[in-house]
């Protein structure tokens, strides 16, 4: 690090030695672009060197890129309950309009209600 005098520091006005000094200080000190890597001043990744070997997902981001990862049953990405093992049979009160139900239980409140 360089040592600058300055007029604060010192309590008075600077000589002409003081002042060459601080320049000379400052131009020992200071770190040539040209000394820099490449990616110093361009921030590309691909300016780096020793970077690690990327896995293939790790550009594209798709799943099926993973390496081990499980299978996924149809479902997964389909969504369909149509592609569901293993589903329950289901009764006939299943494929039933629900206005139907309505009928029924409005009826069965209005027995109860008159008693």
Known sequence: ???????AGKGSPLTHNEVDANFNNLNTDKVE???????????????????????????????????GAPSLATVATTGAYSDLTGTPTL??????????????GTALALAIALG
């Open 91 to 104: 009764g006939t009160a299943a494929a039933a309009d629900t206005t139907d139900f309505d009928a029924a």
């Open 33 to 67: 672009s040209s000394a820099l890597a490449t990616v110093a001043t361009s921030g590309l990744y691909s300016d780096l060197s020793g970077t690690p070997t990327l896995a293939t997902v790790a550009t594209s981001g798709l799943y099926s890129d993973l390496s």
């Open 1 to 7: 690090m360089s040592t600058i005098v300055t007029r």
